[in-house]
């Protein structure tokens, strides 16, 4: 697909200025070398139309519709290529033939949307695409990973080509494995060796190291001679402070240091011999700055040419130039396939080795003064207060039921209102109980006459029956007119109206027994704390406590503990000791069933006490039902 430049003046034609740190974009262009344009644009409320923030050219300016495709990228936030068609008239690179088409890339960072990685440089396949965008974001989430100078003019660019190999394999396989066979493989075609050996050492404190590929092996068979002796020479080459070349004088203090690399040489054909390691003490310059050195994983490589080609010290810098991003990015491959465990354990080697608590100094002396005022505050002793309910409770309390079935007739107080001894609260209605007293009224007046004709007829059997009926007709009357009198609901004595409120259930039925009314007397009050089964051990009689109740959040009252009662109620299925308190001062502020929280202070004791007696006592219980203390 071809895209042109619109037509209005684009933002990336200005001259870019460098915001921060972006030296990965420079390592990224080093990797990267056949790219002949990259470029970071960021989009924000002040660059609406995006802005270049820095970039590395092969060529005289931006590639043409750069903005149009990182707004294009930014929106669908995915990496997004073009093919962009060259002609004689729009080729702006020296190396660009005529009609050859080019390839822009736009790949938004990983870590925020805001930024886009351009890329621009000949035509590549879909694949080559995903393995630069996953490069692109790799290098940005690592800063300072790698810092290198820039790139210089090559005669040829040769060595792009290993980069290429390295992108391609850790896209179709994505394993450092293979990577690491792509390295050995196009190093050995690109330098004119006959063989190239890599092995890694990523426990460098036991000196154990894995022999990982040898060129045009799809495998390594560690039981034969020549895997043995590459890798007996790679682990020499790492004592060594520089790079370590093969043949070497005879009698020299050189050869004596070099015992397994001169047996290479010997037994396996007289090839020269050149090992490389990464990183060296040199590399430290590009480590990570939370990190003791640049990588975990360390690398060894052993090149191998033909009998009577030595490897010169210029070619020794420029192998070792073009080897170091490759050799970089493996390294952390291999980091990043490490085990959590074995990785945070070599990081803490890495940090306690003497050449970076050298570099760090500064920083481990901000730790260890932070250490310890750390502990020097645990130890600091502090008043050790624990927390607990606080209610008020009232000394007298009474429960009005209903006395018999019936239903609601009146309502005259609800919750919260005060009354006054005998004050009526509500009334049930009574008018079954009148008719059934009517009865019984109707019932003595017919005893009375039958009893007085008894009497005129001297009939003695029913005189005595009239005259129980009179006793039991005086009985059911009683029990009707004491009922009338306790349809009333009367305040039995001056208090406050805790629960209770029939305004709304006026007609409704009602059986003997229902809770009507709670009143409580408002002049007698009494402050209780509920504890927690593992504080009441720290509470003793006497200790002060300061109380904030709900409704007063503003005032603090002070209280004393009173005595500690040996008896646990279960509230929500956790037990809670209720223990009274003593308030310091009365108030007509306070009234029955306020509730709120209590801070006791139970003693002092050092800060790390404190905050660590809870886990510390759980830990000892648990470990007692284990068997494992008495």
């Known amino acids: 697909m071809a895209v042109t430049a619109p037509d209005h003046t684009e933002p990336s034609r200005s001259k870019p200025t460098n915001h921060g740190d972006h030296s990965w974009l420079v390592w990224l262009g080093e990797f990267l070398a056949d790219r002949q344009w990259l470029g970071l644009v960021e989009f924000s409320s002040e660059y609406v139309s995006g802005k270049l923030l820095t970039s590395t050219s092969k060529i005289s300016q931006a590639p043409p519709a750069a903005m149009l495709v990182a707004r294009k990228a930014r929106a669908a936030n995915r990496a997004t290529g073009v093919r962009i068609p060259q002609s004689k008239k729009t080729s702006s690179s020296p190396r660009a033939n005529t009609g050859q088409s080019m390839t822009l890339l736009a790949v938004p960072l990983a870590n925020t949307t805001n930024q886009v990685v351009l890329l621009y440089g000949a035509e590549q396949t ?35 080509s290993l980069a290429e190999s390295v992108l391609v394999a850790a896209y179709e396989h994505r394993e450092p494995e293979a990577v690491a066979r792509a390295i050995v493989n196009c190093t050995k075609r690109l330098c004119g060796c006959v063989r190239v050996s890599l092995a890694i050492q990523q426990k460098p404190t036991t000196g154990q190291l894995n022999l990982i590929s040898i060129s045009d092996q799809s495998s390594i068979d560690i039981r034969k001679i020549l895997p043995v002796q590459i890798q007996a020479a790679i682990h020499e080459s790492f004592s060594a402070p520089e790079p370590v070349t093969t043949p070497v004088a005879q009698n020299t203090a050189e050869r004596k240091q070099s015992v397994a690399a001169m047996t290479l040489f010997d037994e396996q054909g007289k090839h020269p011999a050149l090992y490389i390691r990464y990183p060296t003490a040199s590399d430290h310059e590009y480590a990570i700055p939370d990190a003791a050195t640049p990588a975990l994983t360390q690398i060894g490589m052993v090149l191998e040419r033909p009998n009577g080609q030595c490897f010169q010290d210029a070619q020794i810098k420029a192998i070792e130039r073009a080897l170091r991003p490759s050799l970089n990015f493996l390294s952390h491959q291999f980091d990043a396939a490490m085990p959590l465990p074995n990785l945070k354990l070599q990081q803490w080697l890495g940090s306690t080795r003497p050449e970076a608590i050298r570099r760090h100094v500064y920083r481990y002396r901000i730790r260890f003064c932070v250490a310890m005022l750390l502990v020097a505050s645990a130890l600091i002793p502090v008043q050790h207060r624990v927390s607990a309910q606080a209610a008020i409770e009232s000394r007298d309390l009474q429960v009005l039921i209903a006395p018999q079935d019936g239903f609601v007739s009146s309502s005259h107080v609800r919750a919260g209102d005060s009354v006054t001894r005998n004050q009526l609260l509500a009334t049930l209605d009574t008018q079954d109980l009148k008719l059934a007293a009517d009865k019984w009224r109707s019932e003595s007046l017919k005893n009375a006459q039958a009893l007085q004709q008894a009497l005129a007829t001297k009939d003695r059997v029913a005189l005595g029956r009239l005259r ?27 208090g406050v109206v805790l629960s209770g409120d029939l305004n709304q259930q006026l007609g409704a039925a009602v059986t003997r ?42 005032t603090t009252w002070q209280a004393a503990i009173d005595t500690v009662l040996p008896v646990a109620r279960t509230t929500d299925e956790t037990p809670v000791f209720r223990v009274p308190a003593v308030l310091s001062e009365r108030s007509d502020l306070l009234l029955p069933g306020m509730e709120g929280v209590a801070r006791l202070n139970v003693g002092t004791r050092s800060m790390a006490w404190v905050y660590t007696r809870s886990l510390r006592e759980k830990m000892r219980l648990l470990m007692w039902h284990l068997g494992l203390l008495k």
């Open 513 to 554: 027994g229902d809770t009507l009314f709670t009143v409580a007397a408002s002049n007698e009050y009494r402050l209780v704390l509920e504890l927690e089964e593992q504080d009441v051990g720290l509470v003793k009689a006497g200790q002060e406590a300061e109380i904030r109740l709900s409704a007063l959040p503003n």
């Open 468 to 494: 129980a009926d009179a006793s039991r007709i005086q009985a059911e009357m009683a029990l009707v007119e004491r009922q009338i009198a306790r349809s009333q609901l009367r305040a039995p004595f001056d």
């Open 126 to 160: 879909p694949e080559q695409q995903s393995s630069a965008a996953a490069l692109c974001k790799w290098a940005s989430t690592t800063p300072e990973r790698v810092r290198i100078e820039p790139p210089v003019r090559r005669a040829t660019d040769k060595m792009s």
